[in-house]
């Protein structure tokens, strides 16, 4: 369970740091003691203004983008660009780092700063970078198996640590890159080029995995809903601590469709369940809702007279344990998949924690001398 | 009270070996204290099992500590003991070999009762089936001497037990008029709040010390003069402390703060216990949750601006490979240290070797040369981590710093350096676009420094200079996305390129002993002072023999064919089944010749005189 007893929207800081004006909703980026301010004020010139940065395009790179026609990446990469400008953070404080796959392709699409990596392993650049430039808005993209195969130790442990950061797991249930095999995604069952009678591995259920890694913010979107893709990646934005964003993208080329039941019009009200903190769960059109009974949940009709909204759970997405239920709500044909932040309670963050300890031994001790350092211990003279 | 004797020598070696419940290599590291204070030259050599409490009395339970220390110049940890302070009959038998003919074996005779003896998988005890013949015996009755000292304290028979150590250590000091006062310091410190533990400790140590002065067993009693060291300010220091130093030293000449991403992983941990300990300094310690991702954390840190280290041993740099591939083609600062121990794969985990050379120099897929550094001695670490920061920033790239394992918890005499006279560490972070393009001004990350071929360092926060790096291969100059072959078939030279420019600044490359003659001996690593011993004692018996030994692996100094060229063979001789030589012999057409030992412990002076004048004389006959 989470150890804080703050309030969800309270950022926790360390000892002694200011609490940062920024514009509502914009991750505040927080400067520790004795941590290097950004270099220098805006230079003129072709390449960027920093300041003046705030339509969509100032943070489209001028490299062409290289997905499939038709792929899911254009709309999250879309998405992410207009979310940019609202952030108000300047271009030069934001740093894209990916692994490897298709979707790790993003930082070179984005005109900020980005590391493209390797395969699994952007949380672990992105865990050193934040803890020692904590001043930096810093966004690591992933996919299915980047992030839980081959990255899978290294998610857990950001998610544990609780570096201030957001991650985007963009999951097509499928390896695209390497031309179609099954991931840790993929349904038991599926046919791929790697499976051809079927996969017999059992699939991650992303929300869970890292709900139980101690994640403080969970949530999950879609690509072909940009409007609450969008706000889903403001709300991790906003919230101090590691954030992880599954978003289902459709890979058109090896695992066309997988999603379509709950992204498409004419599924997508009785598939898909969106969640929002302080509502009732209803879905189809607020004809159907979802009511806990004892530990499980069930659907129920609110057009028939016997239930109404009230009787449905209202959504706390500050309950662990409402995080832990609604969360293993997975490709259930009963019961619709549930979309929206499942998790957001904030506590200390890896670097706060990190630097507080430094200024606090230094607090204590005050800085250190070098001098001091090498004439530690028993010395002696030789004449 | 007898009259004792005083005789005077200008070295010995003494090895404490015991359980390693036992204490052994606190003694030592005391003992070393008391020595350093004596202010005698000194080198040692740590050797304790894998296993934390192995089962107590058994041979591969054996922890050992041993210590060379004169009034001259000492090079070794020792060839051949003096002096062997065996707790229990497996510390004697494992050790024994070691001792020299006539040298002097202290037992502790209360632990060779049937059952230790079986531990120790021996049928008769080695006091009575004639094994200790030709050495100078002292049986000592160390446990009933400790527990009749104790009796009447408030600690248990287990603690009691514990401390026998502090009497072996107080005998030993005696018996080389060593100090008493620094492990009496050290007992106050540590046990300032454990009254009973404390005392108990100070009585026994003091109970040691009057033992040797009381027993009629000592007729002898030695005298080590103090060493004729460089005029300074000395202590001891091990290789993990200073290697710990250097990056702390690196860090404040640079002005970058310091960031250490590790996996705990013997030897290596102590460094990063040191360094976690620097807070003052605002080093910034990671501890990772693998090897990966402690080099991952290095690679980010680095691109924030920070001087990035990431320390480990030969199956940590394994696992680290790919990582380090990333870091050189995204030319980012960051300094590997590779605590070598012995391999393959787990191998042997707290023994020393060199074997992790080639993997330095080729262990990485695609052709990735990287700068490999080399430290020679413990105190030397401190310069090897700072010349490595240096590099690694100076050249834009990942720099491997090998240290053989045994330097690490090895100490020895140490001159603390004057800071101002550390070598320059300028640091220039881009802040400007670097180019026009098409009347703009524009920033290309892979735009070389005339002279270094470095790239320019342009960090996160930089308005304006936004830019993307990643471990596709790069366009020349924009650092783009390329798979324009031409494009990379010459990146990958300007890579190579890069590292062989540091050779143009390397210092000439100094001969130890003669300029040139009949053998010219190459090493590298820990080897030194045994190589530079064995020189001495060659030339001493008129030998024409010179010795080099390089700081700098990757790129090899430029001047060092020709010092090759100046001797009629040359001999590498390294703990390792044949590196260096192979390395040397693809570069220079010369009869080179390997000389190899992988028995996980250091050389003996003695066996490269011996093999070098079979050599000779080989020849000569
Ligand atoms: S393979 Fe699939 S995921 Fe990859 S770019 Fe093409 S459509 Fe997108």
Redesign the pocket.
């Known amino acids: 369970m989470d150890s804080s007893s703050e309030s969800p929207r309270k950022p926790t800081l360390p000892p002694g740091a200011k609490a940062p004006t920024m514009p509502p909703g914009a991750k505040a980026p927080t400067l520790p003691p004795g941590a290097r301010p950004p270099a220098g004020p805006p230079k003129p010139g072709a390449s960027g203004d920093g300041a003046g940065a705030v339509s969509r395009q100032d943070f489209a790179s001028d490299q062409d983008v290289r997905?499939?026609p038709?792929?899911?990446?254009y709309a999250i990469l879309a998405t992410v660009q207009r979310l940019m400008p609202e952030l108000g953070i300047p271009r030069e404080n934001i740093v894209f780092i990916s692994g490897i796959?298709?979707?790790s392709r993003f930082p070179y699409y984005m005109n900020t700063y980005g590391m493209h990596t390797i395969h699994g392993r952007a949380p672990t650049i992105a865990t050193g970078l934040k803890a020692s430039r904590p001043e930096l808005d810093i966004w690591v993209v992933t996919g299915d198996g980047d992030g839980l195969s081959i990255g899978g130790n290294h998610m857990i442990h950001l998610m544990r640590r609780n570096v201030n950061l957001q991650v985007l797991l963009?999951n097509?249930q499928?390896y695209?890159?390497t031309?179609g095999q099954y991931s840790p995604t993929s349904e038991a069952g599926k046919i791929t080029k790697s499976s051809p009678y079927g996969a017999i591995d059992h699939p991650f259920n992303p929300i869970a995995l890292v709900l139980g890694a101690d994640a403080s913010f969970v949530g999950r979107s879609m690509d072909r809903d940009p409007k609450h893709m969008k706000e889903m990646l403001k709300r991790a934005h906003g919230h101090r601590g590691a954030s992880f964003l599954e978003i289902y993208?459709?890979?058109?080329?090896?695992?066309d469709g997988a999603f379509f039941q709950y992204t498409e019009k004419d599924t997508k009200p009785e598939r898909a369940i969106f969640i929002e903190h302080g509502k009732p769960l209803v879905y189809s059109g607020g004809t159907k809702g979802l009511r806990l009974e004892g530990f499980h949940l069930e659907t129920v009709d609110l057009d028939g007279g016997a239930w109404s909204a009230s009787d449905c759970l209202v959504y706390d997405e500050t309950s662990y344990e409402l995080a832990s239920i609604v969360g293993r709500l997975f490709r259930r044909d009963d019961m619709p998949q549930p979309f929206g932040v499942f998790y957001a309670k904030e506590r200390t963050t890896y670097e706060d924690a990190l630097h507080a300890q430094i200024a606090e031994i230094r607090g204590k001790a005050g800085k250190g001398r070098l001098e001091d350092l090498l004439h530690a211990g028993d010395t002696w003279e030789v004449a | 009270m007898a009259e004792k004797t005083i005789e005077r020598l200008s070295e010995a070696t003494i090895l404490f070996a015991g359980d390693s419940g036992d204490g052994m290599q606190l003694t030592g590291s005391q003992f070393t204290l008391a020595t350093a204070f004596a202010m005698n030259d000194l080198a040692t050599l740590p050797d304790f099992p894998a296993e934390i409490r192995a089962p107590a009395g058994t041979t591969y339970g054996v922890s050992g500590f041993q210590l060379h220390f004169g009034s001259v110049d000492i090079r070794t940890p020792g060839d051949e003991v003096d002096l062997l302070v065996a707790m229990n009959p497996a510390a004697l038998k494992v050790n024994l070999s070691r001792v020299r003919k006539g040298g002097t074996v202290v037992v502790n005779v209360n632990a060779f009762e049937r059952r230790d003896l079986d531990l120790a998988g021996l049928k008769v005890s080695p006091l009575e089936d004639g094994t200790l013949e030709g050495y100078h015996v002292i049986p000592v009755e160390l446990t009933r001497l400790t527990r009749e000292a104790l009796a009447h304290t408030e600690l248990n028979q287990k603690e009691i037990d514990r401390s026998k150590n502090m009497f072996a250590l107080g005998l030993s000091l005696w018996l080389y008029s060593r100090p008493i006062e620094p492990a009496e310091r050290w007992i106050n410190k540590k046990f300032a709040r454990k009254d009973s533990i404390r005392e108990a400790n100070l009585q026994l140590l003091r109970k040691g010390y009057h033992f040797g002065e009381t027993t009629e067993q000592f007729a002898v009693r030695y005298e080590v003069s103090p060493a004729k060291l460089p005029p300074g300010k000395y202590r001891a220091i091990q290789g993990a402390t200073a290697l710990a130093l250097g990056f702390v030293a690196a860090s404040e000449r640079s002005g970058l703060p310091l960031f250490y991403g590790s996996y705990p992983i013997t030897p290596a941990s102590d460094l990063l216990h040191s360094l976690s300990r620097y807070k003052q300094f605002g080093v910034m310690t990671f501890q990772a949750e693998d090897e990966i991702a402690a080099i991952g954390s290095t690679i980010g840190a680095a691109f924030g601006g920070s001087l990035a280290v990431t320390g480990t041993s030969g199956p940590g740099v394994a696992l680290k490979t790919e990582a380090i591939g990333l870091a050189l083609i995204m030319e980012l600062p960051l300094v590997i240290v590779n605590l070598q121990r012995g391999g393959p794969s787990t191998g042997l985990p707290t023994k020393t070797e060199q074997s992790d050379l080639l993997q330095a120099m080729y262990g990485r897929n695609g052709d990735a040369p990287i700068p490999v550094v080399a430290a020679s001695t413990p105190g030397d670490c401190f310069e090897a981590a700072y010349e490595a920061s240096r590099l690694a920033v100076k050249y834009m790239t990942p720099v491997m710093l090998l240290v053989d394992g045994y330097l690490a918890n090895g100490s020895e005499p140490w001159p603390i350096p004057d800071t101002a006279t550390l070598p320059d560490f300028p640091v220039s972070f881009t802040t400007k676009p670097n180019h026009e393009q098409d009347g703009a001004q524009v920033f290309l990350p892979y735009l070389r420094d005339p002279e270094t071929l470095a790239r320019p360092w342009a960090t996160p926060g930089t308005a304006g200079l936004e830019h993307r790096i990643g471990g596709i291969e790069k366009q020349e100059g924009t650092g783009n996305v390329s798979y324009d072959p031409v494009n990379h078939e010459r990146m990958t030279r300007l890579r190579a390129e890069k590292v062989d420019r540091i050779a143009r600044e390397l210092p000439p490359l100094p001969v130890y002993g003669e300029e040139s003659g009949d053998i010219l001996l190459v090493g590298w690593g820990s080897t030194r002072g045994s190589i530079e011993a064995a020189v001495d004692r060659l030339r001493a018996r008129g030998r024409r023999v010179g010795a080099v030994h390089l700081r700098h692996l990757n790129p090899l100094p430029a001047d060092l064919g020709d010092v090759l060229s100046r001797f009629g063979a040359v001999v590498v001789p390294e703990l390792n089944n044949g590196q260096l030589v192979r390395i040397l012999r693809d570069r220079f057409v010369l009869p080179i010749r390997p000389f190899n030992l992988v028995q996980g412990r250091p050389f003996r002076a003695g066996e490269l005189v011996e093999h070098v004048e079979g050599i000779l004389d080989g020849k000569a006959g």
């Open positions: 997905w499939c038709g792929c899911g990446d796959g298709c979707s963009f097509n499928i695209g890159l031309k993208q459709n890979c058109n080329i090896f695992n």
